[in-house]
């Protein structure tokens, strides 16, 4: 799933104002927990991060809150820029929803000034 | 000389002496019933035989102890090498003619070890270091280090060893070492290259590839040195005419000054000019020369990395926000940009392939400084796609600096400084919120396991801020988070990357770097690839051997990260994502390769693998202290793919 960071902006954008609005009753319900296994499995990880954090130069952080499921659906399907393809065959729509349900279940994190190795 | 013979013919006779001496002991207890065993080694002629009672020897000076005045000449400080009989002669002349000073021998596992180092070297000392590679194999085994020094424009003086005369050859491998042109393996990628006949051409080429390789554009040189020349000791009569050319005051190519001035002209006149700088910085004056170029032109700088540019805390860099800078520049100034095409066009890596230009000014105009045309060689095409600029100038960019900024001070008027003032003070406003967004960023990934790359590097960072480091390795794999985070706020902190991303640079030349630092009191702290270390890994060994201070901590993702990401993408591409067998080959795991106990075993101070980030602090404090006493140290830390 690797996305050059330049992409990030439009993606983002494009997704928050398109798919935002009817987030809530667009996201099918998934299992965080399947949700890792296909993350990992399709290597979603390797561009991403296992958390989704992102690489400065492979792929975007993933925030599935302001993405919604629309968009992370549509950007799988109908890849924007150099993201690969992943078809229905590749990972159903519901296998979808539980890389959606896992990224959404990944808390915020910590406060930076909380970290002392940060400052 | 009635006792000295020349060394090819001495050893031809000593080869055939052992099977005449068996056939003729032997003979006198078993001459009734064994025949006298044939040899396979043609018989020397008596005459040409040492005599027995005296065992032949060389007297005086020898050849190659001339070579070694030479390298001294050249105030070389060390030679890395591992060991080739070509070069025997020059061998023994280092370590005991030379008393194995300037240069010393630091022995290396691989030439391309001893290549790798001497990149890292000079990236550092800002002088050449050598190395010596057997002839033919050694030779071909360093090429990959010189491929990658040479795309990255970095000297190193590479000697090697030929047995150049037919007659005098042992037979089978003094014959598969030698070469009738050594340098036609690499002059693809070196600058120059040359096999002297006799001593006094040896000292005259060594000494021109040492001025042309520390020329820019630079480059890695080979000197072959024949093994008839290295081992006969030096006729008197030949002894008395040697001399080593002196290299006396020399400068670098700056660019032509009516050319410059134009170049000021045209940034006065701009109203919104970046610099980009890549491969900018050759000495440790450059970051405070661009500095003042920046402040006085009011100039966003983007840097690349490629050599130690500009402090990345500094307001004036925006290297974080590239293109949002590039994009609003209409006139870039490009300082050995290596890759014009590349800073204002992308290639996707899409099926298609299409040229994606990157969104510009209609008006935008390019200024190009650089040597990338003054060397460039036809075979290997690292000198990237052709661009045009506007106006460009052939000339190391950071000596024709001096010249530039005086250009632009005598140019401004008045209201030309003014407006670069109130333009400098809004571009550094844009930079403000940089680091805490970075920050943010690695906050979210703190507690990950595998260990997160930002982890990683700030672990380290937090306990080196008040050292006096230097960190030698690329960070591209890393997400780049020494340059969000750290404060990189010396001239020798970084230096830049391996040139034509060879794998397998990053553990060696991080050793040359820190060959370099050892004298200059610095911690060096390098952050290598699982997949680096392992092309390379008895780099440990010599550090181990040679007590040169490194911390080595190993980001272990367990895998070619890289061709992980590409093999997934060429899969997904053909819907087989799935498939089971999507990891092959680019996994580095069951078993997963313990880099601790690897270490160790070359005798250095090692711990991991460090599973969990809270583990981090302590390994590496204890790590640092060890290097703190002059050691090397290793810590192998599982960590996320990027």
């Known amino acids: 799933m690797a996305m050059p960071i330049r992409s990030l902006t439009l993606g983002v954008v494009l997704a928050v104002l398109s798919f935002g609005a009817v987030q809530a009753q667009d996201t099918p319900r998934g299992d965080p927990k399947a949700g890792l296994v296909n993350f990992k499995k399709l290597g979603c990880y390797t561009c991403h991060g296992i958390i989704g954090q992102g690489t400065l130069r492979d792929g975007p952080h993933l925030n599935a809150a302001a993405l919604g499921f629309p968009a992370v659906l ?3 399907r109908n890849p924007r820029y150099e993201m690969p393809i992943y078809t229905a065959s590749q990972i159903s729509d519901a296998g979808v929803a539980d890389i959606f349900a896992y990224l959404s279940s990944i808390p915020k994190g910590p406060d930076p000034k909380s970290i002392k190795q940060l400052q | 000389m009635s006792k000295t013979i020349k060394r090819r013919q001495f050893l031809a006779g ?39 009672d005296t065992p032949p020897q060389t007297i005086g000076k020898t050849g190659s102890d001339f070579m070694v005045d030479v390298l001294k000449s050249l105030d070389i400080d060390y030679i890395a090498s591992c060991p080739g009989s070509t070069f025997r002669g020059l061998h023994e002349s280092i370590i005991n003619y030379g008393d194995n000073k300037k240069p010393e021998f630091i022995t290396t596992l691989h030439e391309d070890t001893a290549a790798a180092m001497c990149h890292g070297y000079y990236k550092v000392a800002k002088k050449p270091m050598a190395c010596m590679v057997h002839g033919t194999v050694g030779l071909q085994h360093a090429t990959m280090a010189m491929y990658n020094a040479f795309a990255d424009r970095v000297p190193m003086l590479v000697l090697t060893g030929n047995i150049g005369k037919q007659e005098t050859r042992q037979a089978y491998i003094e014959w598969d070492h030698a070469a009738q042109d050594q340098g036609a393996m690499v002059r693809d990628f070196t600058k120059w290259d040359d096999q002297p006949a ?8 060594t000494v021109r590839a040492y001025d042309m390789m520390t020329t820019a554009p630079m480059a890695p040189v080979l000197i072959v040195a024949d093994g008839d020349l290295q081992e006969d000791p030096i006729p008197a009569e030949v002894e008395k005419k040697l001399h080593i050319p002196k290299l006396k005051m020399r400068f670098q190519p700056a660019g032509d000054i009516a050319a410059v001035r134009e170049v000021a002209k045209m940034l006065i006149a701009a109203d919104s000019p970046v610099i980009f700088a890549n491969r900018y910085g050759r000495t440790e004056n450059a970051p405070a020369l661009l500095i003042q170029l920046a402040e006085l032109i009011g100039a966003p700088v983007v840097d690349s990395h490629n050599r130690m540019n500009m402090p990345n805390r500094h ?12 994009q609003s520049a209409d006139v870039i100034l490009a300082l050995e940009p290596i890759d014009l095409f590349g800073l204002n066009n992308y290639v996707p890596d899409l099926v298609t392939r299409p040229n994606d230009p990157r969104r510009r000014q209609a008006n935008l105009k390019i200024i190009h400084i650089g040597t990338e045309g003054m060397m460039a060689k036809s075979n290997f095409q690292d000198f990237q796609r052709f661009a045009a600029a506007d106006l460009s100038i052939a ?15 005598t140019q401004m008027s008045v209201a030309d400084k003014n407006r670069c003032d109130g333009r400098c003070a809004k571009v550094k406003a844009q930079t403000a ?10 906050a979210y990934q703190w507690e990950t396991q595998p260990i997160s790359s930002a982890r990683l590097t700030m672990e380290l960072w937090d306990q080196i801020k008040n050292e006096d480091w230097m960190m030698p390795t690329e960070t591209q794999f890393l997400s780049d988070w020494p340059y969000r985070l750290w404060d990189i706020d010396k001239p020798y902190r970084t230096m830049g990357g391996s040139g034509a991303q060879g794998i397998g640079y990053n553990s060696p030349a991080a050793l040359g770097a820190a060959l370099a630092n050892k004298d200059k009191g610095r911690l060096t702290v390098a952050m290598v690839g699982d997949g680096d270390l392992n092309m390379a890994p008895g780099v440990l060994w010599t550090a181990a051997h040679h007590k040169i201070p490194i911390l080595y901590l190993v980001h272990n993702n367990r895998a070619y990260h890289q061709e992980v990401m590409m093999i997934l993408r060429m899969a997904s591409r053909r819907q087989r994502v799935n498939n089971k067998n999507v990891y092959v080959g680019t996994l580095i795991d069951d078993p997963a390769p313990d880099y601790a106990k690897i270490a160790q075993g070359y005798g250095l101070y090692a ?8 583990d981090l602090t302590a390994a590496i404090r204890r790590a640092i202290d060890v290097v703190k006493k002059g050691e090397p140290a290793l810590i192998d830390i599982v960590s996320d793919g990027r």
């Open chain 2, 607 to 614: 711990q991991g693998p460090v599973s969990d980030p809270k």
């Open chain 2, 395 to 409: 000339g190391d960019a950071e000596a024709t600096m001096p010249a530039l900024i005086e250009a632009l001070k």
């Open chain 2, 315 to 326: 307001p004036l860099n925006h290297s974080l926000r590239r293109e949002a800078a590039l």
């Open chain 1, 74 to 76: 549509a950007q799988l």
């Open chain 2, 14 to 52: 000593m080869a055939a002496a052992p099977a005449a001496g068996l056939a003729a002991t032997a003979g006198k207890a078993v001459a009734q019933t064994t025949p006298a065993p044939v040899s396979s080694v043609p018989p020397v002629p008596m005459t040409d035989r040492p005599s027995s």
């Open chain 2, 198 to 205: 006799s001593l006094q051409g040896f000292a005259e080429s």
């Open chain 2, 433 to 442: 919120k940089l680091l805490d967004q970075s920050r943010q960023e690695a």
